[in-house]
């Protein structure tokens, strides 16, 4: 069960009202590459600000934990108007605790979104609350990143043409 998700979506951009409704969820810490933005990239992916915006009008409260730098994680999360905890080392509980901390949420109420098993879903589950995996925007073509998501595949049966998609 540590790597396996609550709820596997195509896109972050699925998350909406019924969703949150099924699960509870007030609270979302999002993960941020690949997840809003493409790895490394200044800049959200298409249809990233509406939907945060229709997140907002829900009332949900929200928060990127990354692993990656402050200097990658701030300018990014600050453009789109979310609190941010960089460096927040998943799938250990240090950064998702102070996301937590950050939605004033119980953590019974909160989700962790990510596209990656090992850490995001796995870090989520080991600290209690929901995750949401979803696929990346785009497959990443570097090799370490090729590699990752066929031992992701070994660990979850993973298809990228297969994934549930709501």
């Not at 090729?146 to 994934?163: C, G, M, W, Y």
Request: glycine share 8%; with cysteine; hydrophobic share 45%.
């Amino acid at each position: 069960m540590l790597f396996k998700p609550t709820v596997w979506l195509e896109s972050v951009l699925r998350i909406d009202k019924d969703l949150l409704h099924k699960y509870a969820i007030e609270g979302l810490l999002l993960d941020l590459d690949n997840t809003l933005s493409m790895h490394d990239s200044p800049a959200a992916e298409r249809g990233v600000f509406e939907w945060l915006s229709e997140m907002r009008g829900l009332g949900v409260r929200m928060a990127v934990v990354s692993n990656n730098t402050e200097k990658r994680v701030k300018p990014l999360a600050e453009e789109l108007g979310v609190a941010f905890v960089a460096f927040g080392c998943k799938p250990l509980p240090f950064g998702l605790r102070k996301g937590v901390r950050l939605l004033q949420l119980p953590k019974s109420r909160v989700a962790l979104v990510g596209d990656q098993i090992f850490t995001d879903v796995a870090g989520g589950n080991l600290y209690g609350i929901k995750t949401i995996l979803v696929e990346p925007f785009y497959l990443e073509s570097k090799p370490s990143f090729r590699l990752k998501r066929k031992i992701e595949s070994v660990v979850f049966k993973r298809d990228f043409s297969k994934s549930e998609k709501k």
